[in-house]
């Protein structure tokens, strides 16, 4: 994919950008969390799938699973690796399903990508509705408080295009809700490098704030970001795990 043709179109970069991310220990522990405080249902549905990755494991798992996004390369690349599953190109903000899902997730803070207050007030009410007697909606978040500007998480990868360096941040300028996650995506081939800069738009708000949007659909249970370990969330630490227990 030649020039600025990657970024036209990055679903074939997505995997590389989450070369280290853990999605077997991320599902594993959300199936745990599903085994602790759902309804022991296996309808599974994740929002914001990307290429599909939580799908497959949630499917080895032993769960009914789907996904929806709303970026159609993505959902390809997904139903190739998951031809078992079903797909749809839908906004997570508004969505509608055939049959009620035991399990909602949204993996890599994708919440998010609401954009808005109002979107996520829509989000959250369309997986209330979308879930079955006693379901959960699983998801992680970053509170805007805690945002350090300067923190970057970095790491690289070989790809038959050149070496890929990615790095990406949280942005927060202060007040309002909106924050940014900036990334960086960095490929030399033969000593050459071209680097990518871009922004995305996310929805800022404290978990307070977050906590309040919930309430009214849901049992809230926070915990730390931990997905080797189900730790009660400590009250200081930026970044969380929530399992919401449809009411």
């Not at 408080?145 to 941040?169: Q, Y």
Request: charge should be negative; hydrophobic fraction near 40%.
């Amino acid at each position: 994919m030649p020039g600025d043709a990657l970024y036209t179109d990055l679903s074939g970069y997505y995997d590389l950008m989450c070369a280290d991310i853990d999605y077997g220990a991320q599902s594993h522990c959300v199936h745990r969390l599903q085994q602790l405080f759902g309804n022991a249902g296996n309808r599974h549905l994740d929002l914001a799938c990307g290429t599909g990755p939580h799908v497959r494991h949630f499917i080895d798992a032993g769960y009914e699973s789907s996904g929806l996004d709303i970026n159609q390369p993505m959902l390809d690349r997904a139903a190739i690796r998951c031809p078992e599953a079903r797909f749809s190109l839908q906004d997570m903000c508004g969505f509608a399903v055939e049959k009620p899902a035991d399990l909602i997730t949204c993996f890599l803070y994708s919440i998010h990508y609401s954009g808005t207050i109002e979107r996520l007030k829509s989000c959250i009410a369309s997986a209330h509705g979308a879930l079955a007697a006693g379901g959960l909606f699983c998801f992680n978040a970053v509170d805007k408080r805690r945002i350090d500007n300067a923190s970057f998480v970095s790491h690289s990868t070989r790809h038959a295009e050149g070496l890929f360096s990615f790095s990406s941040g949280w942005h927060y300028p202060g007040d309002g809700e909106r924050q940014a996650l900036k990334l960086r995506i960095e490929r030399t081939v033969e000593g050459k490098s071209q680097v990518w800069h871009d922004e995305h738009a996310m929805v800022a708000l404290s978990f307070a704030e977050l906590i309040e949007l919930l309430q009214p659909y849901f049992e809230v249970h926070v915990l730390e970001h931990d997905y080797e370990k189900l730790i009660p969330w400590n009250e200081a630490s930026g970044n969380a795990i929530f399992a919401c227990v449809k009411i």
